[in-house]
């Protein structure tokens, strides 16, 4: 092969490249796939990728103001701490010899003595200590003196599609990427009405020159355009996308996003061998 | 009692209305107090900004059959 077809086709296969990343976020640009494709990504990333929530509440004294029913609700929205791979997913059978535990058991035992005091997510008491409240100020209910709390609960793997507690993102998007053409002849360099019709700061002049400071701020609503149409051109480039995310802590932002694409390929892959049954079955 | 999670996107707001109330009765402007918890997106600024916690009021209360004194 020469060097020339090799260069040629590592610009025309699927890369990923990290634009941003921290603790609880990441944006990621995706090159060379389709939008479709990107989108399915973003879809899995909100519903199919498997987090821990409480979700039986065993109540045996709640002497608050809350019903059993909202402050079980509650407890459920509390993100836990995901150990992957220690608990089994809902579709892994659960009693085989041997298997992965279905649920992680936690206790929230607490009773206010002489004046009143606000229940917090850290006063919740684990058995594992992997699983564990993503944030422990999270106020769950208050209570007078002499009301208490007994309730112990159970926390299973689930998806987003079933219930939003089990989601691991709060923000999950797709865009395309802004492509900003800068006409080189014409630009005075000095009026900078486009530098100040951007609502986001993208643009900028510097050294005398009209330049481009943070293409992924562009929302590519081209007011720049509006602002100079005969040199400014906002296009999108629709084999590229940017994606998003923001993670609410129970898995980190990198996996969640390696996850997502282990859940698409075992879509396709059921899909394919149910095809197969099928069309075994029409001959 | 403030909610666990934003009703629009998810993100937990629970751990962060106790703070803000700190900052604001200290006499700071709700704007820089909702930048200083953290809260970009409108919809969960609004959930802190338009709650109005009143279960402290209901405290002296109890409820009918369950413990706690009067
Ligand atoms: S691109 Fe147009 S608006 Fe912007 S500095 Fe140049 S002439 Fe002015
Ligand atoms: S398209 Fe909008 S966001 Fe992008 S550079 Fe132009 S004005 Fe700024
Ligand atoms: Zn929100």
Same mark, same amino acid.
């Given at each position: ?181 800068? *006409? ?6 000095? %009026?900078?009405? $486009?530098? +100040? &019709? @951007? !609502? ?12 481009? *400071? ?6 590519? %609503?081209?007011? $720049?355009? +509006? &602002? @100079? !149409? ?54 | ?70």
């Amino acid at each position: 092969m020469t060097k020339k077809s090799t260069s040629k086709k590592s610009t025309r296969s699927f890369k990923i490249e990290f634009i941003e990343e921290s603790d609880n976020r990441i944006m990621v640009l995706l090159r060379n796939i389709p939008v479709t494709m990107a989108n399915s990504i973003r879809r899995v990333i909100i519903s199919h990728v498997p987090t821990l929530a409480i979700e039986r509440v065993f109540i045996f004294r709640n002497d608050s103001l809350m019903n059993d029913d909202m402050l079980a609700h509650r407890l459920g929205l509390i993100p836990l701490t995901t150990p992957l791979g220690k608990y089994a997913l809902p579709e892994e059978a659960p009693d085989e010899e041997g298997s992965k535990p279905e649920y992680a058991e936690l206790t929230l035992t607490i009773e206010a003595k002489d004046k009143p005091i606000t229940v917090l997510s850290s006063d919740i008491k684990s058995k594992d200590p992997d699983v564990k409240p993503v944030s422990g100020d999270i106020e769950i209910v208050r209570l007078a003196p002499g009301q208490g709390i007994e309730a112990e609960m159970w926390a299973y793997m689930g998806r987003g599609k079933d219930h939003a507690k089990w989601s691991p993102v709060s923000v999950s998007v797709v865009r395309g990427l802004p492509v900003i053409r800068i *006409k080189k002849t014409g630009c005075n360099k000095k %009026c900078k009405k $486009c530098v +100040e &019709a @951007c !609502p986001k700061g993208v643009l900028a002049v510097k050294k005398g020159q009209l330049i481009v *400071k943070d293409l992924y701020k562009c929302t590519t %609503c081209g007011l $720049c355009m +509006e &602002a @100079c !149409p005969d040199i400014i051109k906002v296009s999108i480039d629709e084999t590229s996308s940017i994606l998003y995310l923001e993670s609410i802590g129970q898995l980190r932002p990198i996996e969640i996003l390696s996850l997502a694409f282990d859940e698409v390929i075992k879509k396709l892959d059921d899909f394919y061998s149910s095809l197969n049954e099928v069309s075994l079955e029409n001959v | 009692m403030i909610p666990v999670r934003c009703f629009t996107c998810g993100a937990v707001i629970g751990d962060k209305y106790r703070k803000f109330r700190e900052y604001v009765e200290g006499g700071m402007d709700p704007k820089e107090a909702l930048d200083k918890i953290g809260l970009e997106r409108y919809c969960c600024r609004r959930m802190i900004l338009s709650h109005v916690e009143i279960i402290d009021k209901f405290l002296i209360y109890r409820r009918l059959g369950t413990g706690g004194r009067d």
